[in-house]
């Protein structure tokens, strides 16, 4: 759920429209995928059973029941946008360093901002029906603050959380691989030939990923979810970057895998998340990720992705019963529900996004300017 879309250098890959290209498309993509996880939470709340039973099947499920496959789109589009930030650049100490420095300051105030909302909304709800309150332990707070809650099993303070680990794991081994790479690369002539294992590592963990369910290793550990980051990061090397035939075909290996293993997987996620990682290399190829500029507000939407991501749970459980009781039964009135849903939401996100999201990110952006420039992505995303 990242905060921004990030700039295509001049002379970036034949795709590059000129200097300072903003991939728009991927901002696009990632307000659409947001508002796709606010809409299934909407359903999960049951509150607009009667007009989720009258529309068809089909339409139901892809605009309500699949929502949760905004998820997929989040990590494939952090793996482009990471694949971008980190490609060609000299990854040493101090460099590392600034990144993740940098990317702690996108990721890290907004996360922490939204748990006592999220502990808050939790508690008013229990005390509106008279029930204890839901206060999680020390050990569960600490393991949040520094994404360990999905690793160490400890219950969630908010459901979306846990994508927020995977990610963070995926940065940290992307990071460290791309050091590892440099170092490789300096190094006597044996070392830097046996430099090229660590992307063929980087493929085979993501084709043994695709092969598996969402629960193929152990709860927690980022190789679970590990081909849908990977197959963003091949779409860029192959679409934007052309980098050449291996990460055409291992894209379109692991794309094939995933695919063809979605239908025995428990959730939704195989299909949105290489169609959209397949979209990103075709968009590449053909000069659109530009594409989506005029429509401005799906570029708002894709600015405050990550703090409606990050707050609308809460939204939606603190305004439930009210919106409930305003519009009562019915298709109209559950059409309403969602409508007033969304506006609750995005309107609570957009407050998030000026009073704590946007002030880290200009912290984010001056931070070790000259040193490294570092337009990573979260989610989020």
Known sequence: MPPSAPHAPEGAGTAAAGPATRFELLQVLRGLAALWVVLFHVWTLQSIRTLYEAMPSP???IVFDDGRGGVAVFFVLSGFVIAHSLWGKQVDGRYAGTFAIRRSLRLDPAYWASIPIGLAAAAAVAMAHGEPLPWPTPATVIGHLFYLQEL????????????LTYEVQFYIVTLLGAWAWCRARAGAPTVRRAAWLLPAAFIF?????SLGDQHWVPRGVFLNFWFAFAAGALAYAAGWRRAGAVPTIALAVIAVIALWRAPGTDEVFNTPAMLTAIGLFGASRAGWLGAGGRQR???????ISYSLYLVHFPLLVLSGSIVRRVFGDGVIADSGKVLAYLVLCTGGAI?????VEAPTHRLAQRYGRGRARTDASVPAE
């Open 59 to 61: 339409l139901r499920e």
């Open 152 to 163: 160490l099993g400890l219950p969630d303070i908010q459901i979306v959380y846990w994508t």
């Open 205 to 209: 963990a993501a084709v043994a990923s």
């Open 297 to 303: 507000w799906l570029i708002g939407l894709g600015a």
């Open 351 to 355: 407050v998030f996004w000026l009073v």
